[in-house]
């Protein structure tokens, strides 16, 4: 039983649950905070192992919101899981690379490639 989540779509292939985002900005931080809970709550509540966040409808990604995929990396790696990014438009992505969060994270062209890259 999957609880109602607000900001995200959630899809089912194979075992990777796909992760899509509602909103376009990720800036305000009542916003980011209650992401942030929800996307904790999938690898928390829900025991999620396999996570691909596809940022293919995110227009702008503030700093806070990085930090919660920040947090959200260390509670799936404590859990034994894996976690992907897709999808990421060049100027967020330049973002990723000036924070080095592009070490950190596993960042694929598309969907198809991040899926693939889970096996």
Do not use: C, W
Not at 31 to 55: K, M, N, P, S, T
Not at 64 to 77: F, H, Q, R
Not at 88 to 102: Q, W
Request: aromatic share 8%.
């Amino acid at each position: 039983m999957t609880a109602e989540y607000q900001h995200l779509d959630l899809s089912q292939v194979g075992d990777v649950t796909v992760v899509r985002f509602r909103n376009q900005k990720i800036v305000e931080d009542i916003y980011i905070q209650e992401l942030g809970q929800e996307l904790f709550r999938l690898v928390e509540a829900d025991g999620r192992q396999r996570l691909l966040l596809d940022f293919a409808a995110v227009d702008f990604l503030s700093s806070a919101a990085l930090g919660k995929l920040i947090t959200l990396d260390k509670k799936m790696k404590a859990h034994g899981g894996t976690l992907k990014l897709s999808n990421i438009r060049p100027e967020i992505y330049e973002v990723f690379a000036i924070t080095k969060l592009n070490r950190l994270f596993d960042i694929r062209k598309d969907e198809a490639d991040a899926l693939a890259a889970f096996l």
